[in-house]
């Protein structure tokens, strides 16, 4: 026949339905984690409050166990705390801390000649992200 099922028509509006609504609630909570990242960014007291938790942790187990989730490098972890430590110390708004974020991840991802230990790492980075 000419005309489509409507099972089939209602099955494929209800899937488009529920992309939609992933894809809304996904930037819903970017938008509200961006706004909460905002305020934290603009308050001097939760940076100070920042700082000071960071100095009573154990930065090394914390990096330790952090290379080894990643599989990154010991030295590349260990530079990312070195930069987050200098951001808490000079604060410098969403804008430049989303940037550094983009540059951790570009890091994290370049091809260092082995791309088959780079796509383990990928997966291993997406599986932890769910």
Known sequence: SKYPDLEEFFASKNRATAILIQVMKRRMSLNNMAQAGLRLLQSGSQI?????????????????????????????????????SQFLEVPRGLSRASQWLLSIVDRALEVDGDEQQVSKRTRARMLLSH
């Open 48 to 84: 100070d409050q920042m700082r000071q938790d960071l100095q009573r942790i154990n930065c090394r187990g914390i990096i330790h166990d952090a290379a080894w989730v990643t599989n990154c490098p010991h030295s590349f972890v260990t530079q990312v705390f070195e930069e987050f």
